[in-house]
């Protein structure tokens, strides 16, 4: 069985700190990473999408990185604001259209 | 903008009903998915479906079907409603290349 996990499960932050959420995975062999935000109560929506050759990929102040020989992805926002506030999920596409997702992280930037 | 819609937002029925939650996609992707998101345990793949008429088991098939007539719909059946099934299911679909999944609002159900 795959593993994803995802620590902190919750994050306070002020806003405009810069932030790194981390996701880790069990097994290097994986076509694709996602990351998603989920507003409560709705669905998820998709942030940043690295495939298993690339290292980064970048989006306005958010950045996710991959280094699939630790098993390890990082996502960076950076100035957070309060409209960050949502969870974080990661999603590893280990077999053809076979996802696993972790519990999230629970972003809360303070105003 | 891909778009992908879902037939409720909020569903109760009852134990023992028959209940069809709806998926639609306007982007012609041929993959498409029904995960159930459950506090504490993440999103679960139920099935997936990469074809029309195709479909292939996730990791929690049992007390559910699915059905893809059409390219644009995936249909989740839950043939007996158990109060186990209480839950949030969001459906996705994906880009055929990169995979990239997107999706829909979720439907929150509540079986009693």
């Known amino acids: 069985k795959q593993e994803v996990t995802q620590i902190p499960a919750a994050l306070s932050v002020p806003e405009g700190e810069n932030l790194v959420l981390n996701c880790s995975f069990t097994d290097s062999a994986i076509y694709n990473l996602q990351w998603f935000r989920q507003d409560p109560g709705k669905g998820l929506t998709s942030l940043l999408l690295i495939q298993s050759s690339q290292r980064e990929q970048t989006s306005g102040r958010l950045n996710a990185s991959l280094d699939k020989s630790s098993g390890r992805s990082t996502l960076y926002i950076a100035a957070s604001q309060p409209g960050d506030s949502a969870t974080y999920l990661c999603a590893v596409e280990y077999n053809f259209n076979k996802f696993y997702f972790g519990s999230g992280t629970k972003l809360n930037v303070k105003p | 903008d891909v778009k992908v819609t879902q037939s409720s937002r909020y569903l109760v029925k009852r134990t023992g009903e028959k209940v069809f939650l709806e998926c639609v996609q306007d982007?012609?992707?041929?993959?498409m998915f029904w995960y159930r998101q459950d506090p504490g345990l993440g999103l679960r793949l139920i099935y997936f479906s990469y074809d029309v008429k195709m479909k292939e088991k996730g990791d929690i098939p049992e007390g559910y079907s699915v059905s893809r007539e059409k390219k644009e719909r995936f249909s989740l059946i839950l043939e007996s409603a158990s109060t186990n099934q209480t839950s949030m299911y969001l459906c996705?679909?994906?880009?055929?290349?990169?995979?990239?999944?997107?999706f829909g609002p979720g439907t929150r159900l509540t079986v009693t």
């Open positions: 982007m012609d992707h041929e993959n």
């Open positions: 996705a679909s994906s880009l055929p290349v990169t995979y990239e999944q997107y």
